[in-house]
């Protein structure tokens, strides 16, 4: 067959040229969305009455056909140049002129507009709904680990002890805002732009709200021009992508170095380790790796979109046509990272000795002592000064706070007691954070409720 807008060339294409314009290879996958897009612009079209009933059927029927015939593999795609016009070609092939109605009233431009709406909608529900997944496994492995304290860091320095649960659950609140993120983004995905035409509208008496109601969109959008040049809604969502792959990157930074044997606090199961070709004791965190690495890639696919759309002129450009590797890789990348996660973090071994003895290394009370004073009234500055000299000491001689005796911290300053002891324990200097979003016993006990009904509310609504 001739390309369908072929009748005004009097040469065919180079065909360079056509492997070179065609992006079949990758929006073949937006086909169960365009075939939905054409069949709710039929009946609308139908029910305008520019075109007749019958050959509505017919279409539709037609449409229905061609679908299930993808999904057997047995329409051919190669050398079309992309899914619309495929399956346009497809459908007059099979129903000769009442086919040729199909594309009354639209262009390819607020086609793929509609398509990758459609597309992105779902794809949206799905990560939020792996998103509240990984949510739930962070919740478990917290709470299965409760009592289990570790080093906390600033600067990768060892700066205050902190329960694990408290760790693991910073990630949980980060996931969350993403699934925020993605759920306003919706909002502004779930606009219906058919009706745009190429550019300009049309001169022919659609129903725009129709195809929006059976599309399950609220809204329609507002300026045809827009409609078509609009990128907006697909690098928003791979900036809350890059946003979300952030995060994973950083919780893989940190599960590949607690696997390290620097630190050996945990080990991850084989099931997700690789070996070495060359060293046979070697046992790789390769999985949290690899989802550290692809993040990479997802900033690049931001930065691609953002760059191809920065000088285009309005409206619709063929440039336009390269947002859909990006996208589509992203969301592979990203569904897959969400997919292995949970499965990964589960079946982490927890080494609770190793990460305690880290715990207690670094003069993890120092903190604590600064406000033991500031309680008996010493001013925060005075009180820092105090155990700094303390720590320099401490240092000098080879000892701990733990080591030094009571006469020792009565000659830095008489309002030490003997109960210093007591506060200056590593248990003492976790649970005793119970400032609101601490990690303090209490605290943790709230922030796993709070975590717990945001999860149910998810779930329910
Ligand atoms: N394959 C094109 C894209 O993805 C569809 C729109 C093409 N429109 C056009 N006038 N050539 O952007």
């Known amino acids: 067959m001739v390309d369908l807008w072929a009748s005004r060339f009097s040469e065919p294409m180079d065909e360079l040229v056509k492997k070179f314009t065609s992006s079949i290879d990758i929006d073949k996958e937006l086909y169960k969305y365009d075939i939905a897009g ?36 047995k329409v051919n795609f190669s ?105 306003d983004c919706y909002g502004r995905v779930n606009v219906m732009p058919l009706g745009a035409g190429a550019l300009a509208g049309t001169s022919l ?89 692809k993040t990479g890639r997802i900033y690049g696919s931001l930065i691609s979109l953002l760059t191809s759309m920065k000088a285009l002129p309005l409206s619709y450009n063929r440039d336009m046509q390269e947002d859909k590797p990006p996208l589509l890789e992203s969301i592979e990348i990203v569904k897959t990272s969400l997919k292995l996660y949970p499965r990964m973090l589960d079946g982490i071994k927890i080494n609770k000795e190793k990460m305690r003895k880290a715990a207690e290394k670094g003069f993890f009370a120092a903190t604590d ?6 309680e008996k009234n010493v001013s925060f500055r005075k009180a820092h000064q105090i155990i700094g000299t303390i720590v320099k000491e401490c240092l000098k001689e080879g000892k701990t706070f733990q080591e030094l005796s009571f006469k020792d911290y009565q000659r830095y300053s008489p309002l030490f007691q003997k109960d210093v002891f007591e506060r200056i324990k590593l248990e003492s200097c976790v649970f005793n954070k119970e400032s609101a979003g601490g990690t303090g016993k209490k605290s943790l006990g709230k922030q796993i409720k709070k975590a717990k009904k945001k999860l149910e509310i998810a779930f329910s609504g």
């Not at 139908?46 to 679908?67: G, Y």
């Not at 021009?225 to 979300?244: H, K, P, Q």
């Not at 002592?369 to 500031?374: A, H, I, M, S, W």
């Open 38 to 73: 054409s069949i709710a612009h039929t009946k609308m079209l139908s029910k305008c009455r520019i075109i007749k009933e019958e050959e509505a059927e017919r279409i539709i029927q037609a449409l229905d056909k061609i679908k299930k015939d993808i999904e057997k593999g």
């Open 369 to 374: 002592l600064t406000d033991y004073l500031v």
């Open 205 to 293: 008496p659609i129903d725009r709200e129709y195809v929006a109601k059976l599309l399950n969109f609220p809204r329609i959008s507002e300026n045809s021009l827009d409609t078509v040049s609009d990128r907006d809604y697909i690098m928003e969502f791979l900036s809350d992508v890059a946003l979300l792959m952030m995060h994973l990157s950083r919780l893989s930074e940190d599960i590949i170095l607690w696997s390290s044997p620097l630190f050996s606090f945990i080990e991850i199961s084989d099931t997700f380790t690789t070996g070495s070709s060359i060293m046979p004791q070697k046992k790789n965190p390769d999985v949290a790796e690899l989802i550290r690495g």
């Open 79 to 183: 050398q079309k140049e992309d899914i619309h016009l495929a399956i346009e070609e497809e459908l007059i092939k099979r129903e000769g002129e009442i086919g040729e109605k199909l594309h009354t009233a639209r262009s390819r431009n607020d086609q793929i507009a509609l398509d990758e709406r459609l597309y992105l909608r779902e794809e949206i529900n799905e990560i939020i709904s792996l998103i509240g997944a990984f949510q739930n496994t962070l919740l478990e492995v917290a709470e299965k680990n409760l009592g289990v304290i570790m080093p906390g860091y600033t600067h990768l320095q060892y700066a205050q002890p902190i329960f694990f649960s408290h760790h693991l659950l910073a990630y949980f609140w980060m996931l969350e805002r993403d699934k925020e993120r993605f759920r």
